[in-house]
């Protein structure tokens, strides 16, 4: 596909990253003309140096023949102008990431004519929501229209899943849950049934969503549901996962430096306690509570305060703790310093973003549905549908010759998630869902041996 993205920050950045490697036809279009330099050097893309928002420099990006115009700019004004332009000279599909509130609504997307509207505070407020609703996990990511969701769960001492194959879980439990992926120290590992879990092992699991907290409840692994919330920072991703939160009945209390941003936020939320206070100070965080509440939530607008903050919550065993970082070259190190729960707003986007673009492509050109990058971006998980043309249809899973470094992790038959054994089978207009190590999976025969 023919792709042009507008601004190229830490957004942008990470889609020329993701679409390169996958063989997009790129155009990257920023103000800095050296760092339009530093990208066509660094990825094999075109460049553009100028205003994204501009006819003559969108003509010159060749937007008219685009498939797929993207504008990422930290400036919502620009980012849905630059679409419009882009519409008007002839682009197929556009998408802006819009930040305000006012903007970001379904009215306003079709009224101006995009595709899709992204925004990263909203974005990172759904995940931490996700992440809430079931406190044992450290990831959860909806999954097939929200028929399946992956969960993610670090296995620490005493964790009753240690020392149980995983042959063992789905009989002995009566659980409609898989496990499809094993981080073990750096290697990601696809399990089979006689596979062993070890403490310390990250875990990605396979279930439906009303059968996850069950499944936890059923092996002992249980956690108080969160039912109080501290929040440092009062920006927008606070404002967002505040009305996230209202329907779960969570008492909720925002840290705040800025007296206008903590008067202003407390007039938008009535039903939130708002505190102007100094969060990053030991004293203030102790006098309003943080050792009573359940879960606390660090989302400054700086790294560092997140981390520290973090990090002394975990020492003095708040039971949840969740840390929004916008440097993504600091996610590897604080999951080693024990900091399992990291949100990235704009890694989050890109994702959002890259899913889409597969998504127009494949429904094009391929059996993909809707892919995800699981297990720190090590492994994926491909939403394949089953064609007529697939050369083991109606064959037992066990007697398919599947390639060694996937599984099977589910299938959905009218509209039922089916978590498989060796004895079920694929058939027909089956939506497939694949865990993979190996990238750029088109479709299910991609995934027999020859």
Request: net charge negative.
């Amino acid at each position: 596909m023919k792709i042009a993205i507008i601004g190229c920050g830490k957004i942008g950045l990470a889609l020329i990253e993701q679409l390169s490697r996958e063989e997009h036809d790129l155009i990257a279009v920023d103000s800095d003309a050296a760092l339009v330099e530093e990208i066509v050097n660094d990825y094999d893309v075109q460049g553009v140096a100028g205003n994204g928002a501009s006819f003559e420099v969108l003509k010159e990006a060749h937007v008219q023949s685009a498939d797929l115009v993207i504008a990422t700019t930290e400036q919502d004004e620009v980012n849905i102008l630059a679409c419009m332009v882009a519409k008007k000279l002839g682009s197929a599909d556009t998408i802006a990431r819009v930040r305000n509130p006012e903007y970001f609504t379904l009215f306003m997307g079709k009224e101006l004519g995009l595709n899709m509207m992204v925004n990263p505070e909203y974005r990172a407020a759904q995940e931490i929501s996700s992440i809430l609703r079931i406190p044992m996990a450290i990831k959860n990511e909806p999954f097939a229209n929200g028929r399946a969701e992956m969960l993610e769960l670090k296995l620490g001492k005493d964790n009753p899943l240690i020392g149980k194959q995983l042959s063992e879980l789905g009989g002995t439990h009566k659980a409609k849950i898989l496990v499809c992926a094993v981080k073990r120290g750096e290697e990601v590992l696809i399990p089979k049934g006689n596979f062993m879990l070890q403490e310390g092992d990250t875990v990605t699991v396979i279930t439906e969503p009303k059968d996850s907290i069950r499944f936890f409840k059923k092996i002992g692994l249980t956690q108080a549901p969160v039912r109080s919330l501290m929040i440092l920072g009062g920006g927008k991703t606070t404002y967002y996962l505040a009305r996230e939160l209202q329907k779960l009945s969570i008492r909720i209390k925002i840290l705040e430096s800025d007296a206008r941003v903590a008067e202003r936020l407390a007039e938008m939320l009535p039903h939130v306690e708002v505190v102007h206070a100094d969060g990053t100070s030991q004293d203030v965080l102790l006098e309003e509570g943080l050792l009573s509440v359940d879960a606390l939530v660090t989302l400054t607008d700086r790294d560092e305060a997140n981390v520290i903050v973090s990090m002394y919550a975990n020492s003095v065993k708040v039971p949840k703790v969740i840390t929004s970082i916008g440097n993504l070259s600091y996610r590897k190190m604080l999951k080693q310093a024990g900091l399992e729960c990291i949100v990235s707003p704009k890694l989050l986007t890109a994702d959002q973003i890259t899913t889409y673009v597969r998504g127009k492509q494949n429904s094009l050109e391929t059996s993909v549905l809707t892919l995800y990058r699981i297990v720190d971006d090590r492994a994926e998980a491909i939403e394949l549908l089953a064609t007529p043309d697939f050369r083991a249809l109606s064959t037992p899973i066990r007697n398919i010759p599947f390639a060694s470094d996937l599984l099977i992790a589910g299938i959905i038959r009218d509209d039922v998630l089916i978590i498989p054994g060796g004895d079920d089978t694929i058939e027909p207009d089956d939506h497939v869902i694949v865990v993979t190590t190996r990238p750029l999976t088109d479709e299910l025969n991609d995934l027999l041996l020859s």
